[in-house]
């Protein structure tokens, strides 16, 4: 078990769709990521909130729009997907703040993604 | 190892022997280095991690080490088990404070009984 929760663990949705992933975590940390991960491919960064902020867009297109409600909860809206979007959508977390980078990161399971 | 294209590279390794995973770094400026495990149908797992004023680091049953002068880092795994079996990816901060994490092209490591 991790630390950090995905859910759903598995979602379907056609290209006219709307659908949100979710994650939390509840160990303090003030930086959450959003990563994509294509088979036998490292993840790729996409978006990073700090303090709740969004600090970093990887250039990530419109159709993905991430949210942050509060220190423990990120979410991704989805919309208008492509086919090639499908993938695993990995959250990640880490301390941020003073330790910036000099921290792991924490991964969830992922959101395995199947754009029909 | 590093490769281009889509196939990873695969390590075998023989039950009970010792594992050494390469990865070369891009970044001298890099100061911060991990190594995470990703099972199928997982996400990466945090093993361990060093800093670049650190050579060496151990863990229970692995080992970092790391090479700056040929920006260069391995994972060493004693006694491979079958739960060793999988992905591993190295990952670097290029400067302290951002966020924006640099991840190896994975090798997959392979146990045999």
């Known amino acids: 078990d991790t630390e950090v929760t995905q859910t759903p663990k598995h979602l379907v949705m056609g290209m006219t769709n709307k659908k949100s992933l979710k994650c939390e975590q509840h160990?303090?940390?003030?930086?959450m990521y959003w990563y994509k991960q294509k088979a036998k491919k490292p993840p790729e960064l996409m978006f990073v909130y700090s303090y709740e902020k969004l600090s970093i867009n990887e250039s990530v297109p419109s159709r993905f729009s991430p949210e942050c409600p509060n220190s423990s909860l990120l979410n991704l809206h989805l919309h208008a997907l492509q086919p090639e979007d499908s993938a695993l959508y990995l959250c990640?977390?880490?301390?941020?703040?003073?330790?910036?980078?000099?921290?792991?990161?924490?991964f969830g399971n992922g959101t395995r993604l199947t754009v029909t | 190892g590093e490769s281009v294209g889509l196939h990873l590279p695969t390590l075998s390794v023989q039950e009970g022997d010792n594992s050494i995973i390469n990865c070369a770094y891009s970044?001298?400026?890099?100061?911060?280095f991990i190594w995470y495990k990703q099972e199928s149908g997982k996400g990466p797992q945090f093993i361990i991690d060093i800093r670049s004023n650190m050579d060496k680091r151990q863990g229970q049953r692995v080992t970092v080490l790391l090479n700056k002068t040929v920006k260069h880092l391995s994972l060493q795994i004693a006694a491979t088990q079958p739960g060793d079996s999988a992905v591993y990816f190295c990952a670097e901060a290029p400067t302290s404070g951002t966020y924006k994490y640099i991840f190896g092209t994975g090798t997959r490591l392979k146990v045999l009984a």
């Open positions: 990640a977390s880490s301390q941020g703040g003073a330790f910036g980078s000099n921290s792991p990161l924490h």
């Open positions: 970044n001298s400026a890099s100061d911060y």
């Open positions: 160990m303090g940390h003030r930086a």
